[in-house]
């Protein structure tokens, strides 16, 4: 059930796909030398999940994972990340990997809380905390009031194509500016305060290990993108998000912690799907990057984050104190080949130009469908 691409459902077992073909790529790399106790904030799905994987399969970490998802209900199914929620901890059961998951709000200062209580009992101290939310809502702790962001341009319209994951096609797209009040509660949302307010509240509560790492993910993306995104309101809350890591990392540096940024390749998520020109930029991407053998899905990315970056002995960090895993994708050569494609891109060669299939694929695979192995006309328990 797809509008406006967005997935409107789930299937178990290809989530639980999702998840055991993750969990096969890190233990097909070996172990890890990284975290012992990781806690992941926004846990069941995209980065978030790649990140709890690679830290308990690979590293054999102890794992808390924060997420807000829903059960079935009725005939409705479940969300794709509850499904991968529950796989997660089947999967690390049977490894008898310590592991826990809490199922709420996590800007609420009551998850906030029974996270703490949970890391105290668990495992005392976390030495790692990932924190990958992606919402189009919060409701701050404090006032009650409720924040929306929007995924709009700033000081004048967008106009671009965009490529229609359900139908293969490509479609104009025009968004309208953003004004004063969007561009606020955006950053409200997207940006670093509450990532702040969870390693505040795990410091002052006694469970964060002196030397931890935290780390938020980012994207800057090409300059086709730039007016919407980096330069739009989304990209007001990513730099408020890295001014965020800086603050946080003069106040951990004493203690040999860290706070720092990722900037991430782009791919295929439940956010990026709905934001226009970005999926016919992922299709000429993906093409791109595949036949130079360099793609990479979310678990390779968060697998060569944790050994060539966070725990490889040297970050790399960039002008603006940011470890860049977005580095293959924004090489020079990538980057000719996808722009020359998007200024010749119609719809009668974006087959030729563009990896549709893979991208659909992708887009279906996130939600549990399109494993080409699994019967999807088989009745199945939701």
């Known amino acids: 059930m797809i509008r406006n691409n967005i997935c409107m459902n789930a299937h178990p077992e290809g989530c639980d796909r999702n998840v055991a073909d993750q969990i096969a790529y890190v233990r097909s790399k070996g172990t890890i030398a990284g975290p012992r106790n990781v806690l992941v904030i926004g846990a069941s799905a995209g980065y978030g999940l790649s990140s709890r994987i690679v830290s308990a399969f690979g590293c054999g970490a102890a794992t808390v994972g924060v997420a807000f998802e829903n059960p079935a209900k009725g005939n409705r199914t479940a969300s794709a990340g509850w499904y991968h929620d529950q796989a997660f901890q089947r999967y690390a059961e049977e490894a008898g990997l310590t592991h826990?998951?809490?199922?709420?709000?996590?800007?609420?200062?009551?998850?906030k809380q029974q996270t703490v209580q949970t890391i105290r009992e668990l495992m005392g101290q976390v030495d790692l905390v990932v924190y990958s939310l992606a919402s189009g809502v919060r409701v701050d702790p404090d006032t009650g009031e409720m924040y929306r962001s929007t995924l709009k341009p700033i000081g004048g319209?967008?106009?671009?194509?965009?490529?229609?994951?359900?139908?293969?096609t490509l479609t104009p797209a025009t968004?309208?500016?953003?004004?004063?009040?969007?561009?606020?509660?955006t950053v409200k949302v997207m940006g670093g305060e509450d990532w702040e307010l969870w390693i505040r509240t795990l410091r002052e509560e006694g469970v964060l290990a002196p030397q931890a790492i935290t780390?938020?993910?980012?994207?800057?993306g090409p300059e086709i993108t730039f007016p919407l995104y980096r330069d739009g309101t989304i990209g007001r809350a990513k730099e408020h998000l890295e001014e965020t890591a800086r603050r946080m990392e003069q106040e951990m540096q004493p203690d040999g912690g860290h706070a720092w940024v990722s900037v991430n390749k782009a791919l295929v998520t439940r956010a990026s799907s709905v934001i226009p020109a970005v999926p016919l930029y992922l299709a000429l991407l993906y093409r791109t990057m595949k036949e130079m053998g360099i793609h990479e899905g979310t678990v390779e990315q968060i697998h060569r984050l944790f050994t060539d970056r966070m725990y490889g002995g040297d970050p790399a960090l960039d002008d603006h104190q940011r470890i860049r895993v977005d580095d293959w994708e924004m090489r020079d050569d990538v980057q000719k080949e996808v722009r020359r494609?998007?200024?010749?891109?119609?719809?009668?060669?974006?087959?030729?130009?563009?990896?549709?299939?893979?991208?659909?694929?992708e887009f279906l695979q996130i939600h549990g469908f399109g494993f080409p192995d699994i019967d999807y006309d088989r009745d199945i328990e939701a």
């Open 157 to 168: 319209r967008y106009e671009s194509v965009t490529f229609d994951s359900k139908s293969g």
């Open 341 to 361: 494609c998007w200024d010749i891109v119609t719809e009668q060669n974006l087959r030729e130009l563009a990896d549709v299939d893979g991208v659909q694929q």
């Open 100 to 111: 826990r998951s809490i199922i709420g709000d996590a800007f609420s200062h009551e998850i």
């Open 215 to 220: 780390v938020a993910y980012s994207y800057i």
């Open 175 to 185: 968004v309208e500016p953003a004004d004063q009040e969007e561009i606020r509660q």
